[in-house]
């Protein structure tokens, strides 16, 4: 069933999109301004937002660019009292599906909503799609048609879709890399970037510049501000080869990232927040390294 929010100051206008959309089967959702609009975006996403254009504080326009920033999926309906060329093309430019003048005809609305709705399916069918088409090619790059090799497949696809982060164990040149790649093309982040580092290549301040990026002037050679890793990766995956090559502070920071999904860039005050999961991996046995010390146990946990 269709989630839909209704964005309008005047109650009047909420109610009768309300009242039609529930008896037409969808899922309605009401806010009386942007705000509200705003905080419900961030609670959920909706296939299809009808949103006023003129409203106080934050406007139709505002909102649409929130919808888009969490869902380019969702389709959104402007209306207004006060139409002009100008918003019109500019809410078009930025991604509304259609652009309404009040007053309006019931029946008018029922078609754009279809239609729209519809342009939602597609848009959302056409993305499995490519998915499962991805996810099929990155399985075929893993070569072998042993049992062992139809288990790690099996073990993939259970693995895909779920939220946990995961660590991958084997010798070097074992194809760890090929199966954390199958993993991220077979998930729902699929269509977000994945990003991969191998954590023994770098020294320590440089791997935590790569990892958390870094303020101008933070250090000698800090000539600019750069995003890092984690950054790059977000609404994605980020794969951790070698995970167990990292030193003690810089686990203490991989186990922030993790249990508060933010950090700090190198020389910053401000949290960054991101939504990633992770993938490691190792050739040695983190067992024997949290007993020996060398690898917390907290973070192995994980």
Do not use: W
């Amino acid at each position: 069933m269709e989630k839909i929010l209704i964005v309008d100051d005047e109650q009047s206008m909420r109610d009768v999109l309300s009242i039609m959309l529930t008896r037409a089967g969808y899922t309605v959702t009401a806010a009386s301004d942007g705000e509200e609009a705003i905080a419900s975006l961030e609670k959920e996403l909706f296939d299809l937002v009808i949103t006023d254009l003129k409203m106080p504080k934050v406007g139709g326009l505002e909102i649409l660019k929130a919808v888009k920033e969490a869902s380019p999926e969702s389709v959104v309906l402007i209306i207004t009292a006060f139409a002009t060329a100008e918003s019109a093309v500019e809410a078009m430019k930025m991604g509304a599906y259609d652009y309404l003048t009040k007053p309006f005809e019931v029946e008018e609305v029922q078609l754009i909503i279809r239609n729209a709705l519809e342009k939602r399916r597609l848009s959302t069918e056409n993305l499995l799609l490519k998915r499962e088409i991805a996810g099929q090619a990155s399985l075929a790059k893993i070569i072998g048609q042993s049992e062992a090799i139809q288990k790690v497949f099996e073990v993939i696809r259970k693995v895909a879709d779920t939220k946990s982060n995961v660590l991958i164990c084997g010798e070097s040149g074992t194809g760890k890399e090929l199966v954390a790649r199958a993993i991220h093309a077979n998930s729902s982040r699929a269509r977000m970037p994945f990003v991969s580092i191998n954590c023994s290549a770098l020294p320590e301040p440089l791997l935590e510049s790569e990892l958390f990026g870094h303020m101008k002037g933070s250090f000698t050679g800090a000539i600019s501000t750069k995003a890092g890793l984690f950054e790059m990766a977000h609404g994605g995956t980020i794969f951790l080869d070698e995970i167990a090559e990292t030193t003690q502070a810089t686990q203490v920071k991989l186990l922030r990232v993790i249990q508060e999904r933010e950090f700090r860039r190198i020389g910053g005050t401000k949290d960054v927040k991101i939504d990633i999961r992770i993938i490691a991996a190792t050739n040695r046995d983190l067992e024997k390294a949290v007993a020996d010390g060398s690898f917390r146990e907290d973070l192995y946990y994980r």
